[in-house]
């Protein structure tokens, strides 16, 4: 089954910090570089976490499947979802390859 959907917006994967005291330099250097995701608008059902996300008209992988925003309990998903999912973009795929040493 294919859902369709769109890239509502790229957004940075950033945990924020309790209090000032737990920022360090580490957090710092990584907020200047997140780490981005993709928002998408479609929603994605338990068992969809690992799935490729591509254009249709090219079949290009953009991205991985990787969360689903739950508003209530992950039984409910299925009857109510909320429609807001994060995929990971194919480029940090990439990246994890090369420095892994792992060719396609």
């Known amino acids: ?10 957004t940075p994967t950033v945990v924020p ?32 976490s690992g799935s490729a996300m591509y254009d249709m008209k090219t079949g290009e992988v953009l991205g991985v499947i990787n969360k689903v925003f739950v508003q209530a309990t992950k039984e409910a998903v299925i009857s109510n979802p909320s429609g807001i999912t994060y995929a ?17």
């Open 1 to 10: 089954m294919t859902h369709r959907g769109i890239i509502a917006s790229t």
């Open 17 to 48: 910090a309790q209090a000032a005291e737990q920022i360090n330099l580490k957090m710092l250097k990584r907020m200047r570089n997140p780490y981005l995701a993709y928002q998408l608008d479609a929603t994605a059902y338990p068992g969809n």
């Open 88 to 104: 990971i973009p194919v480029k940090y795929l990439h990246q994890i390859l090369r420095e892994n040493n792992i060719k396609l």
